[in-house]
């Protein structure tokens, strides 16, 4: 994990890090075993469906970018997370860093974030 530590424009200082996340520690997304799957696709072939599917997915798209990891931005007030991590981005200069850090979207503060801080 590379770490920097820079200041924006309006005097905020902000440290960057890359988080990469190991493979046991990433979500699987289909967590049932194969006979489940046998039993469910028998059950869907005999039951009555409806013809279009209601679930909603929510930010599927970020899952599959969370698998290479993100660069977090964290200051005092906020942390934001940019993916995917840009190349090269240890070795940028602030205008840059700055550059990722308006790209990069916020992220919930947990409690215990927020009482280290």
Do not use: N
Request: with cysteine; charged share 40%; proline share 3%.
């Amino acid at each position: 994990m590379a770490l920097r530590t820079f200041t924006d424009s309006t005097g905020r200082e902000w440290e960057v890090y890359d988080v990469i996340p190991r493979s046991e520690e990433r979500r699987h997304y289909d967590r049932r075993s194969l006979a489940a799957d046998d039993d469910a696709m028998a059950a869907a072939e005999s039951a009555d469906r409806r013809d279009a599917d209601r679930r909603l997915t929510v930010g599927g798209a970020e899952h599959i970018s969370a698998r290479t990891g993100w660069l977090c931005f964290d200051s005092q007030e906020e942390r934001r997370r940019l993916m995917p991590i840009p190349e090269g981005w240890e070795r940028s200069d602030e205008g840059t860093l700055e550059g990722y850090l308006r790209e990069a979207r916020p992220a919930r503060l947990s409690a215990e974030f927020r009482s280290a801080k």
